[in-house]
Each structure stands twice: as structure tokens, then as C-alpha cells.
């Protein structure tokens, strides 16, 4: 049994418990290939949180920081997660995301790129990295919403994790590449994931 899936089996079902998370759409997560997995970002505990709910490990970019926080940055690594340098253009790590998606692992990106606590994401500006990677990884992307009262985490509150169906590659109408395309994929993908918001208010 890998170490992960150890960790998998010992912390799951408390941190479900701790935020009573609730999964919605876990047949829409690819089981097979390789995917990103992008999501709204309302807090730090935001990787536990899906880590918990999904049935497939998620790897992580992380920003270098989290890594020096006590107990957070080792429970985070030992969940797959790795480091990107947010001051700069850090070439490995994008590097390091792609290779890793073309083996086959699930990549998780939030393109709000930092934690927006209390704000709707439908009102939050999305950096474009996830459409630069899914260009050239030439992958297919998973929405992913993660809903709480007031868009905050709290102990004990209901959390729920709504998974929404793949967006093909061919849909993300990439042709050339180029910042203009990275752009107008990352919009139309947290579209998708804002829309799981809707979606649920309305089923």
C-alpha cells in the first residue's frame, strides 16, 4: 500500500467528518488518464477538503510558502503536493505539471491563484496558467466547486464538494496557443466551476 493511500486511510474520514463534507458528481472524475482538476479557492484547508472527498489522489501546485508552515506543509506534501514560486516565471514547475499530467495523474489548480475567503468567484479575477498547461498537456479539465456558507471553511459546517463533468481538450478551442488562448480557456473553464454553484441551487 502506497504511503499515500495510508495517509488516505487514516485522515479521510475525520477530515470528512470535520467539515461534514458532501460529494456531488464522483462519476464525473476520470479514474484512467490524466486531468486537471480546477476549483474555487475560499481557504488553506481547501486541498484537505478535496484530498477527503475524492477517490483519486490530487496533486498540487503549491506556493513555496505553505511548505514552512508547521504541520500544514507536511500533511500537504505527503498528499502529493509540490512547490511553484509565485514571485517568478518558475519553468520547472510548469515543467514538472505537464510530465506529470502526459504519465497520467491528476493535477489540482486553483486559478484564482490565491485564497478569496467570503467572496463570490464569480467576482474574482483568474490567473491563466491552467489554460497554458492544458494546452500543452493536452489534457481534459474537471470543474470542481467547492461550496460553503458565505464561502468560508468552518469545523463542522456542511461543505460541499461538487464535481462537474469533464471539459473536453477539443472544447477549450485552442489552435496556436499564445496568451489570448491560455486566457479564454482559464475564463471558460472557472466559468464551468462557478456554474456547479448554480447548478446546485437549482437541483
Given at each position: 500500500m502506497s504511503f499515500y493511500q495510508n495517509i488516505y486511510n487514516l485522515l479521510?474520514?475525520?477530515?470528512?467528518?470535520?467539515?461534514?463534507?458532501?460529494?456531488?458528481?464522483?462519476?464525473?472524475?476520470?479514474?484512467?488518464?490524466?486531468?486537471?482538476?480546477?476549483?474555487?479557492?475560499t481557504s488553506l484547508l481547501d486541498v484537505l477538503i478535496i484530498s477527503a472527498g475524492l477517490n483519486r489522489q490530487v496533486r498540487y501546485m503549491a506556493k513555496k510558502e505553505l511548505f514552512k508552515i508547521p504541520v500544514l506543509g507536511s500533511l500537504i506534501a505527503a498528499l502529493g503536493a509540490y512547490s511553484i514560486d509565485r514571485g517568478g516565471a518558475d519553468v520547472a514547475s510548469i515543467r514538472k505539471t505537464i510530465r506529470l499530467l502526459e504519465e497520467?495523474?491528476?493535477?489540482?489548480?486553483?486559478?484564482?491563484?490565491?485564497?478569496?475567503?467570503?467572496?463570490d468567484p464569480?467576482?474574482?479575477?483568474?490567473?491563466?496558467?491552467?489554460?497554458?498547461?492544458?494546452?500543452?498537456?493536452?489534457?481534459?479539465?474537471?470543474?470542481?466547486?467547492?461550496?460553503?456558507?458565505?464561502?468560508?471553511?468552518?469545523?463542522?459546517?456542511?461543505?460541499?464538494?461538487?464535481?462537474?463533468?469533464?471539459?473536453?481538450?477539443?472544447?477549450?478551442?485552442?489552435?496556436?496557443?499564445?496568451?489570448?488562448?491560455?486566457?479564454?480557456?482559464?475564463?471558460?473553464?472557472f466559468a464551468a466551476v462557478c456554474a456547479l454553484d448554480t447548478e446546485a441551487a437549482e437541483s
Open positions: 479521510a474520514r475525520p477530515l470528512r467528518a470535520l467539515f461534514r463534507v458532501q460529494v456531488t458528481g464522483t462519476k464525473n472524475l476520470p479514474q484512467d488518464r490524466g486531468c486537471i482538476l480546477c476549483a474555487n479557492h497520467g495523474q491528476l493535477i489540482g489548480i486553483f486559478p484564482q491563484g490565491t485564497r478569496q475567503p467570503g467572496v464569480k467576482t474574482t479575477a483568474v490567473k491563466h496558467g491552467v489554460g497554458m498547461i492544458a494546452y500543452h498537456a493536452k489534457c481534459d479539465v474537471v470543474p470542481v466547486y467547492i461550496k460553503t456558507k458565505k464561502n468560508k471553511a468552518r469545523f463542522f459546517h456542511k461543505t460541499h464538494l461538487l464535481v462537474g463533468s469533464p471539459i473536453p481538450y477539443a472544447d477549450l478551442s485552442f489552435e496556436k496557443g499564445g496568451m489570448q488562448e491560455y486566457k479564454a480557456a482559464t475564463e471558460k473553464i
